[in-house]
């Protein structure tokens, strides 16, 4: 990773090395755990650092995947392999990861080994991996040649809720996303964007088309969360092409920040989905 490469999205395939343990004492939400083995896995590196991620309450500069995969009857299954994903925000953070996760590395997720077989933090290796510089990600649409497109589409992989005023939305209308998208951005990248992008979401984004199921996940201290997932296409309405230039580039810093509450244990895992990519590639990861 070159000094400019801050923001990471690292897909970790893994096999499990015991699978006998009973299904009913394997957590039916792997977040949490995925949670904890990142922590952990900081900690060893930098427990200053460590600390700072576990008791900072702002906006965590990272998010960790649920462990997607085939699980038969509930068990894992030795004849498959499942993925893990980890995104950071900041250098540090993301240098310890490439710098620990490496294949053939056994770790540990709620008691259950697994060994680590790829790493995967490009999108020609996985489509929701990535790595990229904040300037490099702005100027894909600030300063390309072509106009940003009037419809951006994005895919909500596991449930996606939003904390309003004490209570929980899980609809993903276009303020409650791109507002999200706008406060990690602006508490970490060296150039705010001006916050009447949440005004021009809310007032110039439609959605013109979406594919949506709720689902109920258990995180910390087995609390209900209820999100949404599917697919999304916001339109502008009227279109203007400085606004739509910076809701193009936090559409696809999604990727590395998650949308919506509790993105560190696993809800919010959300991507941009390219036009000009096969519909095959737009899984969850």
């Known amino acids: 990773m070159s000094a400019a490469t801050t923001l990471l999205s690292l897909v970790l395939t893994l096999r499990p090395l015991d699978f006998r343990r009973p299904a009913e004492t394997l957590p ?6 995925a949670h904890a083995l990142l922590l952990d896995t900081v900690r060893r590196a930098d427990a200053a650092l460590a600390k700072s991620l576990h008791d900072d309450n702002a906006l965590k500069p990272f998010t960790a995947s649920n462990l997607m995969g ?12 499942y993925t893990l994903r980890f995104t950071s925000l900041i250098p540090e953070l993301s240098r310890i990861l490439l710098e620990s996760f490496l294949p053939n590395i056994e770790v ?8 680590i077989e ?3 933090c490009t999108p020609e290796e996985h489509p929701w991996a990535g790595s990229t510089a904040w300037e490099e990600l702005a100027g894909k649409s600030l300063l390309g040649g072509s106009a940003p497109p009037r419809r951006i589409s994005l895919l909500f992989a596991s449930p996606t809720t939003f904390r309003v005023d004490g209570r929980l939305i899980p609809l993903p209308l276009p303020d409650l996303v791109f507002n999200s998208l706008l406060q990690r951005w602006n508490s970490y990248a060296p150039l705010a964007f001006p916050d009447e992008v949440r005004r021009y979401a809310a007032e110039c984004l439609q959605i013109s088309s979406y594919r949506l199921n709720s689902a109920a996940v258990r995180t910390q201290e087995e609390a209900l969360r209820i999100g949404a997932v599917g697919q999304v296409t916001y339109t502008s309405a009227p279109y203007d092409r400085y606004w739509m230039s910076l809701i193009r580039t936090l559409a696809g810093f999604a990727l590395y920040a998650g949308v919506g509450a509790s993105t560190p244990m696993g809800l919010g895992q959300v991507r941009l989905i390219e036009p000009d990519r096969p519909p095959e590639e737009n899984t969850e990861p």
Do not use: C, I, N
């Open 28 to 33: 039916h939400w792997w977040g949490r755990a």
């Open 118 to 120: 790829q790493v995967a």
């Open 70 to 81: 085939r699980f038969s009857e509930g068990k894992l299954d030795p004849q498959q392999t």
């Open 108 to 115: 540990q997720l709620d008691y259950q080994m697994f060994r």
